[in-house]
């Protein structure tokens, strides 16, 4: 079975629905059982589509919200994709909306996510308004 940018595609697609659906389960789909997920490459990663999951609730179901994402640039080269993107979000624990632009490197098996790396930026485009009671 070949991998092809239709299927990169597909699953990327996924990812970023996850992200702005804020959907843990949708998540869990698209990584095989025993993936890891580096969100920071100098540390250790997160084990198992299990640990991805619990890191998303926490990450981005409990701590984001009014998720905007772009499919920048796609790449493919046997079973590894490079994609690129660019995302605006609300960080509801820094009150902050941010900007960030990432480039993650995917190594799949099959048609599911084996290995995430994580490379990225960000930058603050404005302070949250708070509501008073």
């Known amino acids: 079975m070949t991998l092809t940018k239709h299927d990169v595609r597909n699953v990327v697609d996924l990812y970023i629905r996850a992200w702005v659906e804020q959907d843990a389960d949708l998540i869990e789909t698209i990584f095989t ?3 890891t997920y580096h969100e920071r490459v100098f540390e250790t990663p997160i084990q198992d589509r299990h640990g991805i999951r619990a890191y998303w609730k926490a990450k981005v179901v409990e701590s984001q919200s009014d998720i905007e994402c772009e499919l920048l640039n796609l790449y493919l080269d046997g079973n590894t994709a ?4 660019e995302a605006q ?3 509801l624990v820094q009150k902050v909306r941010k900007r960030i632009r990432e480039v993650a490197i995917l190594v799949f098996e099959g048609r599911l996510i084996a290995s995430l790396r994580e490379y990225w930026s960000s930058e603050q485009v404005a302070v949250l308004s708070s509501t008073s009671d």
Do not use: G, S
Not at 82 to 85: K, L, N
């Open 33 to 35: 059982n025993t993936a």
């Open 82 to 85: 490079i994609v690129e993107w």
């Open 89 to 91: 979000f609300d960080d």
